[in-house]
């Protein structure tokens, strides 16, 4: 079984802030990781994922996250926040030849401010 | 090219009725996935489809049921709505089946379906 756990439905930062959102999971195989934005009204696009290799991922959008076994946490990053950033953030997780089958949290709102 | 497509965008039903809701996969995508979003919750993962064969399913009751079309468009039907059936429904594809490719879902913007 699989699951992730979000820490914080919301997220506030200034503009031109750090932006960090926390993702631990839980998965008894190895796991697969992405993190999906979803702007109002709209669907899910894909921000990153991590499967194999380079523990470091880079996005699209200059959002980057480090999967860290030891911690089993996949945090999603950005140097320098934007307004076009305000939109709802997903972590989730998939076990491979399990693509289609995401488990994903419960979201992170992130607000960014002047 | 055009990406996930869906139909109805929203729609109104009332507790007992029957809802189908459509998808288009993008062109040359064979895999498609549904998932559930309740309001203020992640999505959740009801069905996959592959070549026309269920690969996959979620923990939903059996009054929720899927189709993969020769074309590899799906619907996903709902009987015996209530309440509780209100939500974004999404639809994804994939090109592949598990991992053997990017392993991305491709997501379509939703059938907005809300149960009166």
């Known amino acids: 079984a699989q699951s992730v756990t979000q820490l914080g439905s919301h997220v506030s930062v200034s503009e031109g802030a750090l932006v960090l959102l926390r993702c631990n999971y839980s998965s008894s195989v190895p796991p697969y990781l992405f993190w999906y934005v979803q702007y109002p009204n709209q669907g899910l696009q894909l921000l990153l994922k991590y499967t194999t290799g380079a523990t470091l991922v880079k996005g699209i959008n200059g959002f980057e996250a480090e999967f860290k076994k030891s911690e089993t946490s996949f945090h999603l990053t950005k140097p320098s926040a934007h307004m076009s950033d305000a939109a709802e953030y997903f972590c989730?997780?998939?076990?491979?030849?399990?693509?289609?089958?995401?488990?994903f949290g419960t979201g992170t709102r992130l607000q960014v401010t002047l | 090219d055009a990406g996930v497509t869906q139909s109805p965008t929203h729609l109104i039903k009332t507790r007992g009725q029957h809802v189908t809701l459509r998808c288009s996969p993008i062109s040359g995508h064979k895999s498609v996935s549904w998932y559930q979003q309740v309001l203020g919750q992640g999505p959740q993962f009801i069905f996959q489809y592959y070549e026309k064969e269920e690969r996959g399913r979620g923990n939903f009751p059996d009054r929720f049921s899927a189709r993969q079309f020769p074309n590899y468009s799906s619907e996903l039907n709902v009987n015996a709505l209530l309440l509780g059936d209100s939500a974004l429904y999404l639809c994804?594809?994939?090109?592949?089946?598990?991992?053997?490719?990017?392993?991305?879902?491709?997501f379509g913007e939703g059938s907005r379906l809300t149960v009166l």
């Open positions: 994804a594809s994939s090109s592949n089946f598990g991992f053997a490719n990017t392993g991305e879902l491709f």
């Open positions: 989730a997780v998939s076990a491979a030849g399990t693509a289609s089958k995401l488990t």
